[in-house]
């Protein structure tokens, strides 16, 4: 990208210093052309521009980033040095082997004191006060006698971040080697000393009781010279515990090796679960049963307590989880970066919208072919079993109607309990109607949750209906005509109880008016307290008074009459033309 500085050429003449002016402005064609190869240089067809280093600039930095300002150096072409970090700026750390170094100078030995050496020791490389030898009583400037070796001279290292924090920098591996050569001869000296042992006690006759009768029929006698044998052995091993069988791996009765078993015994193992050699295959060497082992007993897969390995593969998250890293795969593979593990949430956001998307799909397909064949009608039809009342289930009755083969076509049920019989009822409830009424069938009981009393209820039942049939028959025949009398006196009753109601409705008409006053002054004390309670409600909250003396006593009736008469009701349709 040209920077568009007109470069000053210098006269024949004149000197090589740089004219540091004022690039003058380029004309429009040179502005064109200029803005034409940079868009050829950013689509491909023309090659990049190079800087002073022969490194190609990228046509997609912009011009502030890559032109050096004409107040630096007009004279250079676009280049990025500018914008990298400078050589004299950037700090020199330590490589990551240098390390202090220990120790004295072996090779230089001074004979004789050298001016600006240690007045004690005689060192150059510390002053007097920085000696670490004991004080002499006459120092080496004056007796110039047992000089001591110059130490090394120690360099000023300057680590970068990770060489700060190298814990092993300046480690020496051969000190390792030292404590490993140190167990080496200890453990080939223990090794020496066991042999010496064993060829003593083989001098001695010590180890004859090998060959004992006991030890030919596979006995051992205790506190036998072997058993001691193993137990050295045993402590030389636990030492070495990486030298160690693997657990469960070693069958050695002798040694001491105790394994954890964590299996929990109440576990039935897997081949036990179904004794049947053709049941489902068992492979000892994977232990892998991936068959239902109670496949052929009839018990259901979620009631057992193991139904195989392929149980747990197709059950739970398993199949929703293998569908989603299929649609992750197929989604690679047309272009859409997303990864099952990296990026989990992405790819399920992704998942969902997929699906939303397939299922309006298939919508607007079927949609379609609807509106251009037609046949919505067949697919609102009912079901085959509904329509034709009968079914492909082959069910094979005897002659008595009990189902032999296949099984029987069920019940519909409802969502309230059927058939539950209590209090020893062999019908239940509402099995028997009479007069309007419903009751038990078993005993004619119209009473719910009554004890059943069977036909002994039935025949009291049916007694009393008789009973009742003929009293009014009987009602019928014992009335007789009134006297003259009698119908004067009844005359008579009827007009004192006419002359008593007058005299109690002149009393409850005093009573009334009494409850209008009263309720008048409950109406009045009410809005009292309406208007008391609108001005507290006005106050700031740190100002409104306490109720410490407040009478508290139970309300009459005709102020709760008032209070329902003034209560604000902001459901009621008509509260705006009330004025509430």
Not at 558 to 571: H, T, V
Request: proline share 5%.
């Amino acid at each position: 990208m040209a920077s568009g500085a007109v470069v000053n050429t210098t006269p024949a003449g004149g000197s090589n210093d740089v004219n540091l002016e004022e690039p003058k402005k380029m004309t429009r064609e040179d502005w064109r052309k200029k803005k034409e190869l940079e868009e050829q240089r950013k689509l491909g067809n023309a090659p990049a521009e190079v800087d002073e280093e022969g490194k190609d600039i990228n046509p997609h930095i912009p011009q502030y980033i890559s032109s050096v300002p004409w107040y630096i150096d007009p004279s250079k072409r676009p280049t990025l040095k500018h914008q990298r970090p400078q050589p004299e700026k950037q700090k020199q750390y330590s490589s990551s082997g240098d390390w202090y170094k220990r120790g004295v100078q072996e090779h230089a030995v001074a004979t004789r004191y050298r001016k600006g050496a240690c007045e004690n020791c005689g060192a150059l490389t510390h002053k007097k006060k920085d000696c670490m030898e004991r004080p002499r009583k006459v120092g080496a400037k004056y007796t110039g006698m047992n000089i001591a070796p110059d130490e090394y001279v120690q360099p000023q290292l300057m680590f970068d971040y990770d060489g700060k924090r190298d814990r092993w920098n300046g480690y020496n591996p051969e000190e390792h080697m030292k404590i490993v050569e140190e167990y080496s001869k200890v453990d080939l000296a223990k090794r020496t000393l066991k042999a010496q042992k064993l060829q003593e006690e083989l001098a001695s006759g010590k180890l004859e009781q090998v060959n004992s009768p006991r030890h030919q029929w596979g006995e051992e006698e205790p506190n036998s010279q072997t058993e001691r044998d193993h137990n050295s052995e045993d402590e030389d091993e636990d030492k070495y515990a990486d030298d160690i069988d693997m657990p469960g791996q070693n069958f050695d009765s002798k040694r001491r090796i105790t394994v954890r078993n964590l299996r929990i015994r109440e576990d039935i193992a897997k081949y036990l679960r179904n004794l049947d050699p053709n049941s489902a295959y068992y492979d000892p060497k994977t232990r892998a049963m991936r068959e239902n082992p109670y496949a052929n007993t009839g018990k259901n897969p979620d009631e057992v307590g193991y139904a195989g390995d392929n149980f747990v593969r197709y059950t739970g998250d398993t199949i929703s989880m293998a569908q989603t890293q299929l649609f992750a795969w197929e989604a690679y593979d047309k272009g859409s970066e997303v990864h099952l593990q990296a990026d989990p949430t992405k790819l399920e956001l992704l998942y969902k919208s997929f699906k939303v998307k397939k299922e309006d799909f298939k919508a607007q397909q079927k949609e379609s072919i609807l509106e251009k064949y037609g046949g919505q009608e067949h697919l609102d039809a009912p079901p085959a079993e509904l329509l034709l009342a009968q079914t492909e289930d082959y069910v094979e009755y005897s002659r008595h109607g009990t189902v032999i083969k296949g099984q029987e076509k069920a019940i519909a049920c409802s969502k309230y309990e059927e058939d539950i019989k209590i209090n020893n009822h062999t019908c239940i409830w509402g099995s028997y109607w009479k007069e309007g009424k419903w009751g038990y069938k078993c005993c004619h009981s119209f009473v719910k949750y009554s004890y059943c009393t069977g036909e002994a209820g039935k025949e009291i039942a049916n007694s009393e209906a008789s009973l009742l049939e003929e009293q009014p028959k009987e009602e019928e025949h014992m009335t007789k005509p009134k006297t003259l009398m009698e119908i004067h006196q009844e005359k008579q009753k009827e007009k004192k109880k006419k002359k008593h109601k007058k005299s109690s409705n002149s009393d409850s008409e005093g009573e009334e008016k009494k409850k209008q006053e009263k309720l008048k002054k409950a109406l009045n004390a009410e809005e009292a307290r309406l208007l008391q309670v609108k001005e507290i409600m006005q106050l700031d909250e740190r100002k409104r008074p306490y109720n410490s003396q407040y009478e508290t006593r139970e309300p009459t009736e005709e102020e709760m009459e008032a209070y329902r008469m003034k209560r604000q009701r902001p459901d009621d349709p008509m509260a705006s033309f009330l004025g509430q």
